[in-house]
């Protein structure tokens, strides 16, 4: 089990399957998230995001295949929005394909996970994300 962060942080969970959701919600509250915000797809992502009565979220979990607005489409949209594109974005997918995985770090993902999800996969992503970026983030405040 790894070590929770010095600081509770928000995470926005963005994912249409509810069982995969459950479990990485319960992964999630495991590590040390406080607030955690629910999309089921990218234009339900976009306007938690957009929304100002929401938690800016320090650590976004992404699945990629989702009706409406996918993934892959949600963020170039987050990565493009000064605003945005300094929360760190976890894609967590079904497909392996080397575009997808390719695609998602040009986009400027910060971890790539497969499901079905290995927890202790999940773990080290966000662990690395904590050493690099969750211990010492700044939040900035919502304009």
Known sequence: MMIAPARPYDVLLIEDDEADAMLIEEALLQRGARNLGRAHDGVDGLDYLRDPANPRPDLIVLDLNMPRMNGSELLAV???????????????????????????????????????????????????IDTFYLETVTRFPRS
């Open 78 to 128: 987050i990565k493009d929005d000064e605003h945005l594109c300094t929360i760190p974005v976890v894609v967590l997918t079904t497909s392996s394909a080397p575009d997808d995985v390719s695609s998602a770090y040009q986009r400027h993902a910060n971890a790539y996970v497969t499901k079905p999800v290995d927890l202790d996969e999940f773990e080290r992503a966000v662990q690395s």
